[in-house]
């Protein structure tokens, strides 16, 4: 089975800070990786499909990088909306999950 | 506007089962692959099982294989997951979501673009 490891698992941070997230696969899943934004109470919304590209209604300031085992998602300037949980998924075989990484304010 | 709404959470003592159902409804339904997750309390993410458009596709995680039964009524817009053997770890809130568009063919593995709010299942004596 492909493990995700997230890190960290929580990051502080300020409104208008640049932000980066990290999700390490156990082995190559080459593209196939999402991103998560979920707030509490409230089921996860896609940010980011297929490493890179930005689900619709998305804003500009989150973007996704990575191939193979390691891949990051960055919010450029953190807005207070932006406070939250975020997971990485790879689709490459079967599913799984990241284990999270929460956001909050500094 | 396109909605899952599931159901059928609830208390169940171990040993238990339960069926819980998932409503769709905004959107041609029988075009999407569907899945089951669950999230334990203050817990992250676990994919439980995947279903294609037609049904006759099934996976399930390891986790629960042998235990959960995923299937799908296109005419109703409707997916369901019944689970037998319940144990405390089994406790969490299940998600049904959608699989990306394809158009009705096979994307799986999927990622998510439409997610329910979620039903709790509590396995308690």
């Known amino acids: 089975d492909i493990q995700m490891t997230q890190s960290p698992s929580t990051l502080s941070a300020s409104v208008g800070d640049r932000v980066t997230i990290t999700c390490r696969a156990s082995?190559?899943?080459?593209?196939?990786l999402a991103w998560y934004q979920q707030k509490p109470g409230k089921a996860p919304k896609i940010l980011i499909y297929?490493?890179?590209i930005l689900e619709s209604g998305v804003p500009l300031r989150f973007s996704g990088t990575g191939y193979g085992t390691e891949f990051s998602l960055t919010i450029s300037s953190l807005q207070p909306d932006d406070f939250a949980t975020y997971y990485c998924?790879?689709?490459?075989?079967?599913?799984?999950f990241g284990q999270g990484t929460r956001l909050e304010i500094k | 506007e396109v909605s899952l709404v599931e159901s059928g959470g609830g208390l169940v003592q171990p040993g238990g089962s339960l069926r819980l159902s998932c409503a769709a409804s905004?959107?041609?339904?029988?075009?999407?692959?569907m899945a089951w997750v669950r999230q334990a309390p203050g817990k992250g993410l676990e994919w439980l099982s995947y279903?294609?458009?037609?049904?006759?596709?099934?996976h399930y995680a390891d986790s629960v294989k042998g235990r959960v039964t995923i299937s799908r009524d296109n005419a109703k817009k409707s997916v369901y997951l019944e689970m037998n053997s319940l144990t405390a770890e089994d406790t969490a809130l299940y998600y049904c979501?959608?699989?990306?568009?394809?158009?009705?063919?096979?994307?799986?593995?999927?990622?998510?673009?439409?997610w329910g709010q979620g039903t709790l299942v509590t396995v308690s004596s």
């Open positions: 979501a959608r699989g990306e568009d394809c158009s009705g063919e096979s994307c799986y593995p999927n990622w998510f673009d439409t």
């Open positions: 905004g959107f041609s339904f029988s075009y999407y692959e």
């Open positions: 279903i294609s458009v037609s049904g006759r596709t099934i």
């Open positions: 082995q190559s899943i080459d593209s196939w």
């Open positions: 297929k490493a890179s």
């Open positions: 998924q790879q689709y490459r075989t079967y599913s799984a």
